[in-house]
């Protein structure tokens, strides 16, 4: 991203896919928890480009085709920037077949956080299953 410069970013929506995870030791650790997250992180250094963090709680196959985990489940965004959300649940619906009501908005940036330290149990889920093809559903009355 600054190789891009934040002129390049001014402006637009940047969908943060990725996860700030250690991968020198077994099982990975998160770089970044608890009080940060790489998404806010993003966001205070390209301060006018619209962050949205999106697509990091699943394998990147079930991102761009989410009927590789059966049944219905919930992809998760957030960001501080309300519109810019809106259009990354369309792109995401529109593109890679998510159901709209599927797509869980948690509000801004700092949601990250919570998004992010789902990693270490989504890896030891993975473990588990035997495959990375899987989600979660949030349930609720």
């Given amino acids: 991203l600054r190789q891009a410069g934040e002129a390049k970013l001014c402006g637009k929506i940047l969908i943060d896919v990725a996860n700030p995870l250690d991968m020198s030791q077994k099982p990975p650790t998160l770089t970044i928890c608890n009080t940060d997250s ?6 205070r250094e390209f301060l006018e480009t ?18 590789l985990a059966p049944g219905d489940h919930n992809l998760f965004i957030c960001g501080n920037d309300t519109a810019a959300k809106a259009k ?11 159901k709209r009501d599927n797509i869980v908005d948690l509000g801004d940036i700092s949601a990250a956080r919570g998004t992010e330290m789902y990693l270490p149990l989504w890896l030891r ?12 559903r949030v349930i609720h009355e």
């Fill in 88 to 98: 990354v649940s369309e792109f995401i619906a529109r593109n890679f077949g998510w």
């Fill in 125 to 136: 889920l993975w473990g588990v299953v035997g495959s990375p093809h899987f989600n979660i």
């Fill in 38 to 43: 790489l998404g806010e992180q993003i966001q």
């Fill in 50 to 67: 619209k962050v949205v963090k999106a697509l990091n709680t699943v394998n990147c196959e079930v991102m761009v085709n989410p009927e």
